[in-house]
């Protein structure tokens, strides 16, 4: 059993809601993943999104797109992603971890090798942004054999087939995107997203993440009134890609932090 659902029940005790920032692994410099991970948990992150860097990343805007850029120019593959992760769990054997990538590295390596490989580091779970479910209900089943959650996408465009095979096959937790589009794209509608919040609330008891378009703690706030989890990952990326240098993981947690006291007002 992975950490996920654990922490989803703590935090629908506190009637609280969870915080997952997404941050690229590599990036700002190969050096600063694992301490920015641990740096985002003592910020108030409750689930950590740690993006593989790929050269393709078609669900991303600009700015992860860059953060994947650098990244694979520092040489940062999926092993060494594995290897933050085994690093972060010398000190953190509590918080959530969740691969969210592309299927390409994970084919390059084996799916079976990925699984017992990420099981062995730490990782909870994994959102292969093109494995569909139609398509990948053998893996799903590996993942949970190896004690991992299989995490899907659902779009203002998703139609109610989409949802139930989503239903199906999904654990951990659902992640809507609130918008058309890439990452860091668009004006977030929250009266839309809360109409297909509750349309896939009627398919499923997973928790609901929302991300694409969340910006400060005010959008935050708003989103969490409806949803069980707020993801926010551009946002965290552009403040490290403007930060003085050697100041960006202080940024990224300081601006995590924030959210993180606008999520938890009364």
């Given at each position: ?5 654990p ?7 506190q ?15 190969a ?22 860097p ?63 490989d ?30 991992m ?7 203002p ?75 926010i ?34």
């Amino acid at each position: 059993m992975s950490r996920i659902a654990p922490a989803f029940q703590r935090l629908a005790a506190q009637s609280r809601k969870a915080l997952i920032p997404f941050v690229t692994a590599g990036d700002p410099t190969a050096g600063d993943t694992v301490a920015l991970m641990h740096a985002l948990v003592r910020a108030g992150a409750d689930v950590i999104e740690l993006g593989v860097p790929f050269s393709d990343p078609m669900a991303d805007g600009p700015v992860i797109q860059r953060a994947s850029e650098r990244a694979l120019e520092a040489g940062v593959s999926l092993d060494r992603v594995l290897g933050y992760v085994t690093d972060f769990r010398k000190r953190d054997g509590d918080t959530p971890v969740v691969l969210m990538g592309y299927a390409n590295p994970i084919e390059a390596m084996g799916v079976e090798a990925f699984a017992r490989d990420a099981q062995a580091a730490g990782v909870d779970g994994v959102l292969i942004v093109d494995y569909p479910p139609e398509e990948c209900t053998e893996f799903a089943a590996l993942m949970r054999r190896h004690g991992m959650d299989m995490i899907f996408l659902l779009a203002p465009t998703s139609t109610d087939a989409r949802i139930e095979q989503v239903a199906r096959i999904a654990s951990g937790y659902v992640y809507y995107v609130s918008l058309k589009g890439v990452t860091g794209a668009g004006h977030l509608d929250v009266a839309e997203v809360a109409t297909k919040l509750s349309a896939i609330r009627g398919r499923t008891a997973l928790p609901l993440g929302v991300g694409f378009g969340i910006r400060d703690g005010e959008s935050a706030r708003a989103i969490g009134r409806m949803a069980d989890a707020v993801v926010i990952g551009s946002r965290i990326i552009q403040e490290m890609e403007e930060a003085p240098h050697g100041a960006a993981v202080e940024r990224a947690a300081a601006l995590v932090h924030g959210i993180r006291e606008a999520l938890d007002r009364p």
